[in-house]
Every structure is written in structure tokens, then in C-alpha cells.
């Protein structure tokens, strides 16, 4: 059974596991500290989840409010040995249901060339792409996806 619940503070090296499973392909070691810091904020367990199947975290991802109209996908990733089976998309669908619930208008995000056909599949259109934005050979590629109103 697959479960979504709010991330706790000892889940960091959980999600840094995962995190390593996608490293060097999907994101470059230099982004390692970035995540390890951002794991460590408070608000953490407010606005990340962690996805859990047979009591092992498989996947994490947050939402944050950008603007009055506007959420962002921040970190989500999913175990590399896992990929395609359905998890990334449970993930993001969840995400973007949160944001309507939250009133927002859109989603953004920022992710690199290896994962722009799946976000495209789920609806988001490319905004902008910097070669090599996240480091060699992955550049960065931002998306957005507009979003009908909550009911």
C-alpha cells in the first residue's frame, strides 16, 4: 500500500537516499547542500510530503504558495528504481489538487530536459530553458500549468 503523509525531520535521510538514486542524471551533485537545507527548515512538515510504500520512503515533493495565484512543485523526486511505475504521477497529481484546494490559478515549476515529456504529459507547457542551468548537462527548464477552478 502506497501512503502520502507530512514530512518528519528524521525522514531527511530517507529522501537524501532518494535524492542519490537520481544523482547524477535527474539532479547534479552540487544540488546535494541545497536539498539537505532545505529538508532542515521548519515549515517542512507543513508543506512537503514523503510517499511511502511497505514502511520505505519511495518519494518526496512539496507545494509552496509563490503568489496569490501561483504554487511551485519544490524538490519532488522519486527512487530511481521506481521510475515509471505510476509514483511520480500519483505525486504530482497530488500536488496540483492541493493547489487548486489552496484557490491557486497556476503551477510552476523547475525541473531539467530529462523530465520536461513527463511533466508536458500531465499538461505543463515550457516557459523558458537555460542550457546547463543546473549544471553540465542538465539545463533547467522551467514549466507552468494553468489550472481550472477548484470545485
Known amino acids: 500500500m502506497t501512503i502520502f503523509r507530512p514530512y518528519h525531520h528524521n525522514d531527511a535521510d530517507h529522501c537524501l537516499r532518494v535524492f542519490d538514486s537520481n544523482t547524477p542524471r535527474y539532479f547534479g551533485p552540487h544540488e546535494r ?34 503568489d496569490e495565484e501561483t504554487a511551485g512543485f519544490v524538490w519532488g523526486m522519486v527512487d530511481q528504481g521506481l521510475h515509471r511505475q505510476g509514483v511520480g504521477k500519483a505525486l504530482a497529481l497530488a500536488r496540483i489538487e492541493q493547489a487548486q484546494a489552496m484557490g491557486k490559478r497556476r503551477v510552476t515549476l523547475n525541473t ?34 494553468n489550472l481550472p477552478p477548484h470545485r
Do not use: K, T, W
Open 112 to 145: 531539467s530536459q530529462h523530465v520536461q515529456a513527463f511533466y508536458a504529459g500531465l499538461g505543463f507547457a515550457v516557459v523558458n530553458v537555460v542550457a546547463d542551468g543546473h549544471g553540465p548537462g542538465l539545463d533547467a527548464v522551467e514549466m507552468s500549468l
Open 33 to 66: 547542500d541545497g536539498f539537505v537545507g532545505f529538508l532542515q527548515e521548519p515549515q517542512r512538515a507543513h508543506d512537503y510530503v514523503v510517499v511511502e510504500r511497505d514502511d520505505q520512503i519511495i518519494a518526496c515533493g512539496g507545494l509552496a504558495s509563490l
